[in-house]
Each structure stands twice: as structure tokens, then as C-alpha cells.
């Protein structure tokens, strides 16, 4: 055996690690729950309980020790599970939100940070256990702490449902105050897609697909901290070249992925599934998506220009991603969360970021509206009309766009709200004042578009 | 030739802080103790700071990779130093395909 170590490379991964906080942000297991139906509610329960302890209870200690033998940290563990609306199509809402419960109870049990899945797909319409499902969503949220929810509103062959978009508003809103004591939390747990994928390991988004295994590992990394400072250090470089620093950072940043996944399959195991390429920032300092397009040259993320950096930025990481991995999917972008990224919220604060500019950027990169808070005094039909017009990019440009804001129950513009941990705090931010509610109420679906005639 | 993923059992140990008498002899007596055998030292110092790259192989070894990166972290972090020691896969994997 050779020894083909170069110092630069080991003292530029340690760097990485230590200095720019480079770190795996989740493995997420996804297990199928089609096999746990039951006509009695308490043996469904059980059946859950144990498929999901039987499945993932090594999950935690498998990750802390890949963690301890690489020297690399592994933020989170998770488990994402077949649609509940899909698994349990048959309850009733009070039975659904005793399955969250069982959710909850089994992620306590292993010691898991989330359990994705509460979820129900209704791009084209509801059968009775979506709706069961959706009805329960406000109270499931409110009453567990780990279970996450996601509702899929659309899809680019299907279009978009409204009737689901109105209603979401609702869910959103009620999920808010029945959590205000606690800037609305439950929100936070709550994201409503067009286009969502089924092996996305991130949250609150993450459910188990109904064309995915019995069992799989899927692994979602992070790193704007590495990118930023790579960007910074060649103030000079053109486009051309930019892109190639990324383009080069986001392959070592997702190897690292690739490298965790292939190790938690092996020891669990389980089939590995996808890396996950999103750049996934946390509210640390040094490690925000907004300090990455700031060091491009931007005074403040949100000024104009910052669409075209976020395009480039998105774009390299993708390319320079998917040469890492044998399996790339999932989300695959750059996050732009507000309240989970110090660049963001600092860009809000001062003025320079706002909503509509965030949803212009969310044309060019990975999720959507995510993790902001709205006015407490917005109406359910305001937060259905973003809904819409975030759905309506994501059918449009053939991506998944996503929605997950959180009405401030009783504080207004420029008020702060704080969730604590990997969510962060976040400025509310200001929203139209004219109604959308005539438009959202109309009933029915938008048409799936065409697909040719691509101007 | 594929990458080996855990099949080898060995492992970079890097230290890093301000120069001192006696930080070669302290890991390498560590490592003697341990049965960890040393294949490769590369060691700097610049601006009195030391930075030191081993690599070693642990298949001789009476110590688990983990409980060894926490010891050698333990006693270098109470002589103001900063020892990792990690599989050399995370090195190999983020840089080659």
C-alpha cells in the first residue's frame, strides 16, 4: 500500500471542518409504513412504534460513531416515513393526530432530532385521508415535538390544486396560533410544496416516497461557510472562474456526503439512496448563503444582482455536486431560509432584503419561501396567494418550490421572533396590504401547462 | 481501483498549537503504548507554530480509532494542542474520486 497523502489536502479538509464549519447536516433514514395498516387503531399504532424503533434504532449511535471515526461532525439524525395520508388512509383526523403522536413517541424512543412524513400529496385533488390528514395537521403539529408535515399543492403535470392552496392557508395560520406562545412553532414544522420530491432528506419537507424501498439512507450536506470563504479569498476571479471555485468546493463539500452515506449504509445495513447537494446554512456566523452572494460583490444579499449570483451560485453547485456522488436527488440547491441564515436575517434587517425580492430568487435555486415570518395579522387567504405564486414558479420552471412561513401571532412588521436552535430567529417581514382573497377563492385547479413553447 | 471504504484500518493524526519540548515523544510513546504503528511524520514549523501529519495504522493496535482520537484529544487539548485522528478515507474520499 502506497502512502499518497498530500499536506495541503489534510490540512485544507481539517480546515474546513474546524474553521469554516463544514459538517453533515443530516442522514435521514426513509422507511416505508405501506405494511403497517390496520383496521384497529391501537394495533396500527404498535405496528408503527415498532417498525420505526425496530428500523432506526441504531440510527443515532451508527451517526455519532461514523462522526467520532471520521472527525467530521453529523448534525442531525432523522427518519422520514411513507406518507401518512397514504399509510393511513382510512382514519379518521382525531386517529391521525394519534399516529403523529406515535411518530413523536418513536422519536423520542431512538433519540432522533425529527420524524418526517406527516404528509399528504393532493396535487390533483384529496381522497378522505388527505383530508382526515390536513384537518389534523394544526393539532398534530401543536401537541408533538420532532413530527414535521408537508402537504404537495402541485406538480408540473398535474397543475395546481387551490382548493388544497386555500385550505393550507388555514392549516398554516391555525398551526400559528395554536403555537403563539411560541412565535407559532408548529409553522416551522409545516412546509407545502409543488413538485416535491421523494427522497428529499431535509425538514420539514422529508417524507418517504411510495416508489422508494422498504428501507434507505439518504444524506443531505452543508458548507456555505467553505464556499463563502473561497469566494472571498479571490476578490478578483471572473465569472468563469468563480463558478470553478465553486464548482471544485461543492465536489469535496458533497464527497464528504458520499463518503458518510456509503459508511451509514454499510453499518445499518440499508441501501444507501441519494446525497442531498443543497448548501444548507445554519444561523452561525460564517455560515450563510446571504455571505456567499455578498462576497461575490454585493453590498447587501437582496440589492439588485443578487438573482444572477444566487443562478451562478445554484448552478456550480449542482455541477460540481454531481460528480461527487453516485446518486444525487432530493432538494439539490442552495437554501435561502431567513431565520436560519445570519446573512439573511442581517439583510432583512437593514432593508435590503424583502419578500418579493426573495421570491424572485427562489426562480433560480432550491427550496422556496422558507422559514419566514409573517405579520400575526396576516389572513389565511394573503398566506394562500404566496402558496400560489410559489407553486406557480415551481410548475412553470419544472422545480420544487416550497412554502413555509409563520404568521407572528400578535406582532407586526420589523418585530422579532425567535425559535431557537437550527431554525434561528428572524425580523417578520412586511407583506401587500391588498387582498388576494377573491382570487384564491375561486375553487378548483390551475391546468398543468405545456411544456413546448418554452418562452 | 475502487476507494477503500473502511477496509484499511488506517488513520491521518494531525497536531496542531505552539511549539514545545517533547510533543513527538508524548504521541509517539502514546501510540507505542497503544500498538498503533506509525508508517509516515511529516512535521513543520512556522512561526513557532507546529503542525504535525502521521500516518498510522492501527491493524496492530489494542485500541479502537474512536477511543484513541478521544484520548490523544483529551491530553493534547490540556497541552494546548489540537490532535485529531481521523480515517484516512475522509481525506482520500473528498479529494479523488
Given at each position: 500500500m502506497t502512502i499518497t497523502f498530500a499536506r495541503e489536502e489534510i490540512q485544507q479538509t481539517i480546515k474546513m471542518i474546524?474553521?469554516?464549519?463544514?459538517?453533515?447536516r443530516t442522514i435521514t433514514m426513509g422507511i416505508s409504513l405501506?405494511?403497517?395498516?390496520?383496521?384497529?387503531i391501537s394495533r396500527m399504532e404498535q405496528k408503527i412504534y415498532d417498525k420505526i424503533t425496530k428500523n432506526a434504532g441504531q440510527l443515532v449511535t451508527v451517526g455519532e460513531q461514523i462522526s467520532a471515526r471520521y472527525g467530521i461532525p453529523i448534525i442531525n439524525k432523522r427518519v422520514s416515513v411513507t406518507p401518512i395520508a397514504i399509510?393511513?388512509?382510512?382514519?379518521n383526523t382525531d386517529e391521525m393526530v394519534r399516529i403523529a403522536k406515535t411518530l413523536n413517541r418513536a422519536a423520542r424512543e431512538i433519540g432522533i432530532n425529527f420524524i418526517g412524513g406527516f404528509s399528504a400529496l393532493v396535487q390533483k385533488g384529496f381522497t378522505v385521508g388527505d383530508l382526515a390528514l390536513i384537518d389534523a395537521i394544526p393539532q398534530a403539529l401543536s401537541e408533538t415535538e420532532f413530527v414535521c408535515s408537508s402537504v404537495n399543492i402541485g406538480t408540473t403535470k398535474t397543475g395546481i390544486n387551490m382548493d388544497a392552496v386555500l385550505k393550507m392557508g388555514q392549516v398554516i395560520l391555525k398551526c400559528a396560533q395554536l403555537t403563539a406562545d411560541q412565535d407559532g412553532i408548529a409553522a416551522a414544522k409545516l412546509v407545502v410544496f409543488c413538485n416535491a420530491p421523494e427522497d428529499n432528506p431535509f425538514m420539514a419537507g422529508a417524507f418517504h416516497g411510495v416508489?422508494?424501498?422498504e428501507c434507505v439512507i439518504n444524506v443531505g450536506v452543508s458548507g456555505p461557510g467553505v464556499v463563502a470563504k473561497v469566494v472571498k479569498e479571490f476578490p478578483a476571479a471572473d465569472f468563469s472562474e468563480l463558478s470553478n471555485l465553486i464548482k471544485q468546493t461543492s465536489f469535496k463539500i458533497t464527497r464528504m456526503g458520499e463518503l458518510i452515506g456509503r459508511a451509514a449504509s454499510k453499518a445499518l445495513n440499508v441501501p444507501f439512496g441519494i446525497v442531498d447537494l443543497s448548501l444548507a446554512p445554519t444561523p452561525a456566523i460564517g455560515d450563510s448563503v446571504a455571505e456567499i452572494l455578498e462576497n461575490m460583490g454585493l453590498e447587501r444579499c437582496g440589492t439588485h444582482g443578487t438573482t444572477a449570483a444566487l443562478a451562478l451560485l445554484n448552478d456550480a453547485v449542482k455541477k460540481g455536486g454531481a460528480m461527487a456522488s453516485s446518486h444525487v436527488g432530493g432538494l439539490s440547491g442552495a437554501f435561502i431560509p431567513v431565520s436560519e441564515d445570519a446573512g439573511m436575517v442581517k439583510a432583512v434587517e437593514v432593508g435590503a432584503l424583502t419578500l418579493d425580492k426573495l421570491e424572485a430568487m427562489t426562480c433560480v435555486c432550491?427550496?422556496?419561501?422558507?422559514m419566514i415570518a409573517l405579520p400575526g395579522d396576516v389572513s389565511a387567504e394573503t398566506i394562500s396567494a404566496i402558496i400560489a405564486d410559489e407553486a406557480a414558479i415551481g410548475m412553470i420552471n419544472k422545480k420544487t418550490t416550497a412554502v413555509r412561513v409563520i404568521p407572528a401571532i400578535g406582532k407586526k412588521a420589523g418585530d422579532r421572533v425567535e425559535w431557537g436552535g437550527l431554525l434561528g430567529g428572524a425580523p417578520v417581514m412586511a407583506i401587500h396590504p391588498f387582498s388576494s382573497k377573491m382570487f384564491v377563492s375561486r375553487g378548483g385547479r390551475i391546468p398543468a401547462p405545456l411544456i413546448s413553447l418554452s418562452n | 481501483m475502487t476507494l477503500s471504504l473502511e477496509e484499511s484500518n488506517r488513520a491521518i493524526i494531525t497536531i496542531l498549537g505552539r511549539d514545545q519540548t517533547g510533543i513527538i515523544a508524548w504521541v509517539s510513546g502514546r501510540l507505542a503504548e497503544y500498538r498503533v504503528n506509525i508508517l509516515d511524520i511529516s512535521q513543520t514549523i512556522v512561526d513557532e507554530f507546529f503542525t504535525m501529519i502521521m500516518v498510522v495504522d492501527l491493524n496492530p493496535a489494542n485500541i479502537g480509532l474512536v477511543d484513541l482520537a478521544r484520548i490523544l484529544e483529551q491530553e493534547g487539548n490540556e497541552k494546548g494542542l489540537q490532535v485529531k485522528a481521523q480515517h484516512e478515507d475522509i481525506f482520500t474520499f473528498m479529494h479523488r474520486i
Open positions: 474546524h474553521e469554516e464549519n463544514l459538517d453533515i405501506l405494511d403497517c395498516g390496520s383496521e384497529d399509510a393511513a388512509a382510512h382514519l416508489g422508494e424501498p432550491s427550496v422556496g419561501l422558507d | -
